[in-house]
């Protein structure tokens, strides 16, 4: 599959830009899609349009301002699918050729709507966004309605942000297709987002669409579950899941979630996931030397009150632990702000214990150069690899100059090893924890040269978590190890840990028959065996919903494995698009075919 993507000079005014969705592998059926015009006419500024193309992700965005040259592809945010079947009835013809046709001679029709759900910025990490992301549930669902699903909006509640406030969450929208007992039902989940992964939404939505269009019978009853908080954590929706455990999920028998990617040319299947323990790790504040001793937020307040420098906050922050039954922990912590004001470094600088200098200090100690995670007790939980796993692992085929040049990278962590082969890299990439430095909230980080020392700085880094890992036990492990890690520095200034996510891995068996049916589905689109892989990101739900309704659940990714989620150029290409839902339509049939146990 090659990339055809049309280049565009993003956060300058594009003249003719264009994002292109490719039919890759085959260049006589490569067609473009003029989504920038569209959207630039749309908007009246060419800027505008780049911040479309920054609705995926933070990163992207951040790139946009930076006034990058990137490549324009084809870019959407993540929503995932999950389905469940029921029973299963006799006979059933599969129309197979009537089916893929109608795919094929409606993919203008497929792509255009694609091009819409990307115009819309539904991006759940930018609380100004939040109306894109209401109106994109909005659309959803009208769009579920369009094709005769019976279709519910569930309020699930507020979010707290950063200053405080509340912000409600976006819907929690369910359809369903088809009511009758005697056929299997399936469950569709759609998390959020776009690329990652609106088109496999997308592609869940047209597959029903193009039964109901031929007036063929689903050979499962179908339920979807779409949300738009997936990629900050879910939230919401634990307390969602449990409450319809008894209505919309009772008769659900198989789950399935699409919201990951292929890790080659050749199609995927994914049975395990990484969870991620995200943490904050505040230094709070500037204390001049002379007041070097560690002061008490009581303290501090009589010693500066009323000189209105200070204030005190009280603060509830989303602290939580998914994939277990009490999803939530919520604790009070008390933020201390110090004085308010930035320093100058030339009038300050030698005289106070910076922030920053503390927080790169702690940071640094999370992981070693050679990827060891320094936190005592992480390393030894983890469960040791079997040769049943590494026996998997062989027998994927995976090309690590490919994946260098993916990536751009020279060297890969742990390739300077004697014998550093795919098994230990794709282990590294799904199998073993990784820290990830992700952000310095407070810090300098525009172009120049400000000459400032922050008063107050949020080091943000999460942990990949993976089977025997506990989320309560990491944060306990990295809240003890930072702080005596900070207490050897003698610092005045003060440290808070929180751990603001806390979702555990994911894992299913990978012998279950509906992974069988997944198999024969890619066989019959794609004419091949597909991977079993695993997954290096996470799916907050997934180990939720597998507890919660105690079936199964498989990972069907359609995404391209270069297709660059939550970075600058995300895209898919159409050929995985289309065929993409060829193979959910086709899945449906092949689960429909799953004897009940
Ligand atoms: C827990 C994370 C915020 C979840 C996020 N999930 C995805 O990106 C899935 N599309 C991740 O970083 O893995």
Same mark, same amino acid.
């Given at each position: 599959?090659?990339?055809?993507?049309?280049?565009?000079?993003?956060?300058?005014?594009?003249?003719?830009?264009?994002?292109?969705?490719?039919?890759?592998?085959?260049?006589?059926?490569?067609?473009?899609?003029?989504?920038?015009?569209?959207?630039?006419?749309?908007?009246?500024?060419?800027?505008?349009?780049?911040?479309?193309?920054?609705?995926?992700?933070?990163?992207?965005?951040?790139?946009?301002?930076?006034?990058?040259?990137?490549?324009?592809?084809?870019?959407?945010?993540?929503?995932?699918?999950?389905?469940?079947?029921?029973?299963?009835?006799?006979?059933?013809?599969?129309?197979?050729?009537?089916?893929?046709?109608?795919?094929?001679?409606?993919? @203008?029709?497929?792509?255009?709507? =694609?091009? /819409?759900? $990307?115009?819309?910025?539904? +991006? %759940?990490?930018? #609380?100004?966004?939040?109306?894109?992301?209401?109106?994109?549930?909005?659309?959803?669902?009208?769009?579920?309605?369009?094709?005769?699903?019976?279709?519910?909006?569930?309020?699930?509640?507020?979010?707290?942000?950063?200053?405080?406030?509340?912000?409600?969450?976006?819907?929690?929208?369910?359809?369903?297709?088809?009511?009758?007992?005697?056929?299997?039902?399936?469950?569709?989940?759609?998390?959020?987002?776009?690329?990652?992964?609106?088109?496999?939404?997308?592609?869940?939505?047209?597959?029903?669409?193009?039964?109901?269009?031929?007036?063929?019978?689903?050979?499962?009853?179908?339920?979807?579950?779409?949300?738009?908080?997936? @990629?900050?954590?879910?939230?919401? =929706?634990? /307390?969602? $899941?449990?409450?319809?455990? +008894? %209505?919309?999920? #009772?008769?659900?028998?198989?789950?399935?979630?699409?919201?990951?990617?292929?890790?080659?040319?050749?199609?995927?299947?994914?049975?395990?996931?990484?969870?991620?323990?995200?943490?904050?790790?505040?230094?709070?504040?500037?204390?001049?030397?002379?007041?070097?001793?560690?002061?008490?937020?009581?303290?501090?307040?009589?010693?500066?009150?009323?000189?209105?420098?200070?204030?005190?906050?009280?603060?509830?922050?989303?602290?939580?632990?998914?994939?277990?039954?009490?999803?939530?922990?919520?604790?009070?912590?008390?933020?201390?702000?110090?004085?308010?004001?930035?320093?100058?470094?030339?009038?300050?600088?030698?005289?106070?214990? @910076?922030?920053?200098?503390?927080?790169?200090?702690?940071?640094?100690?999370?992981?070693?150069?050679?990827?060891?995670?320094?936190?005592?007790?992480?390393?030894?939980?983890?469960?040791?690899?079997?040769?049943?796993?590494?026996?998997?692992?062989?027998?994927?085929?995976?090309?690590?100059?490919?994946?260098?040049?993916?990536?751009?990278?020279?060297?890969?962590?742990?390739?300077?090893?004697?014998?550093?082969?795919?098994?230990?890299?794709?282990?590294?990439?799904?199998?073993?924890?990784?820290?990830?430095?992700?952000?310095?909230?407070?810090?300098?980080?525009?172009?120049?040269?400000?000459?400032?020392?922050?008063?107050?700085?949020?080091?943000?880094?999460?942990?990949?978590?993976?089977?025997?890992?506990?989320?309560?036990?990491?944060?306990?492990?990295?809240?003890?190890?930072?702080?005596?890690?900070?207490?050897?520095?003698?610092?005045?200034?003060?440290?808070?840990?929180?751990?603001?996510?806390?979702?555990?891995?994911?894992?299913?068996?990978?012998?279950?028959?509906?992974?069988?049916?997944?198999?024969?589905?890619?066989?019959?689109?794609?004419?091949?065996?597909?991977?079993?892989?695993?997954?290096?990101?996470?799916?907050?739900?997934?180990?939720?919903?597998?507890?919660?309704?105690?079936?199964?659940?498989?990972?069907?990714?359609?995404?391209?494995?270069?297709?660059?989620?939550?970075?600058?150029?995300?895209?898919?290409?159409?050929?995985?698009?289309?065929?993409?839902?060829?193979?959910?339509?086709?899945?449906?049939?092949?689960?429909?075919?799953?004897?009940?146990?």
């Amino acid at each position: 599959m090659e990339e055809n993507i049309t280049e565009c000079l993003v956060g300058q005014p594009c003249k003719a830009p264009r994002v292109s969705l490719d039919t890759s592998g085959d260049p006589e059926a490569r067609q473009n899609i003029d989504v920038l015009p569209a959207l630039t006419q749309k908007l009246g500024k060419a800027h505008q349009v780049v911040s479309i193309l920054g609705l995926l992700s933070e990163h992207q965005r951040k790139t946009n301002e930076m006034r990058k040259r990137t490549k324009a592809g084809d870019q959407m945010k993540g929503t995932r699918s999950v389905c469940f079947l029921l029973l299963f009835t006799g006979v059933f013809s599969f129309r197979f050729q009537e089916l893929t046709q109608y795919v094929n001679t409606h993919q @203008e029709d497929f792509v255009q709507t =694609l091009k /819409e759900w $990307i115009a819309v910025e539904s +991006d %759940s990490s930018d #609380v100004t966004k939040r109306p894109d992301l209401h109106r994109m549930m909005e659309m959803t669902a009208e769009k579920l309605k369009l094709i005769g699903g019976k279709v519910e909006m569930s309020d699930i509640g507020t979010q707290m942000i950063a200053n405080g406030s509340s912000i409600s969450l976006p819907k929690v929208v369910t359809a369903q297709f088809g009511e009758d007992p005697t056929k299997h039902t399936v469950w569709n989940l759609y998390g959020r987002g776009a690329s990652d992964n609106k088109a496999p939404v997308l592609a869940w939505i047209h597959a029903v669409q193009v039964y109901k269009e031929l007036n063929i019978e689903l050979p499962v009853n179908v339920k979807l579950l779409l949300e738009g908080m997936e @990629e900050t954590g879910s939230d919401g =929706l634990y /307390e969602f $899941i449990e409450k319809q455990k +008894d %209505s919309f999920l #009772v008769d659900v028998d198989y789950i399935i979630i699409s919201d990951c990617v292929w890790l080659s040319k050749r199609p995927a299947i994914t049975y395990g996931t990484r969870g991620n323990c995200y943490f904050f790790a505040e230094d709070l504040h500037v204390q001049m030397a002379m007041k070097s001793s560690v002061l008490s937020p009581a303290e501090l307040l009589t010693q500066f009150h009323p000189n209105s420098s200070l204030t005190l906050k009280l603060s509830i922050p989303a602290h939580k632990i998914l994939g277990q039954s009490s999803w939530w922990i919520e604790r009070e912590v008390q933020e201390v702000e110090g004085p308010k004001k930035d320093l100058h470094s030339g009038v300050y600088g030698g005289t106070v214990i @910076e922030p920053m200098t503390d927080l790169i200090g702690i940071l640094d100690k999370l992981i070693s150069a050679e990827g060891q995670i320094l936190v005592p007790g992480i390393r030894e939980a983890v469960e040791p690899l079997s040769d049943e796993e590494w026996k998997r692992l062989q027998e994927i085929q995976f090309d690590l100059h490919t994946y260098k040049q993916e990536i751009g990278v020279t060297r890969l962590m742990y390739s300077n090893k004697a014998r550093a082969t795919h098994v230990e890299v794709l282990a590294h990439r799904w199998r073993y924890p990784t820290v990830s430095i992700h952000g310095i909230e407070g810090a300098f980080s525009s172009s120049g040269t400000k000459t400032v020392i922050p008063a107050k700085v949020i080091g943000k880094f999460s942990i990949r978590q993976v089977p025997n890992m506990d989320p309560p036990t990491v944060e306990k492990q990295v809240s003890d190890y930072l702080h005596s890690v900070f207490a050897k520095r003698k610092s005045p200034n003060k440290l808070n840990v929180t751990m603001v996510i806390g979702a555990k891995p994911w894992l299913a068996d990978p012998k279950h028959m509906l992974y069988e049916a997944g198999k024969a589905a890619i066989r019959k689109v794609f004419g091949e065996d597909p991977d079993l892989i695993r997954e290096g990101g996470t799916i907050p739900i997934a180990q939720a919903f597998q507890d919660v309704t105690g079936k199964s659940i498989i990972m069907l990714p359609i995404g391209g494995f270069d297709d660059g989620l939550h970075s600058q150029n995300e895209k898919i290409s159409r050929y995985n698009y289309i065929e993409g839902t060829k193979l959910f339509i086709t899945f449906l049939n092949e689960v429909s075919q799953i004897k009940k146990s």
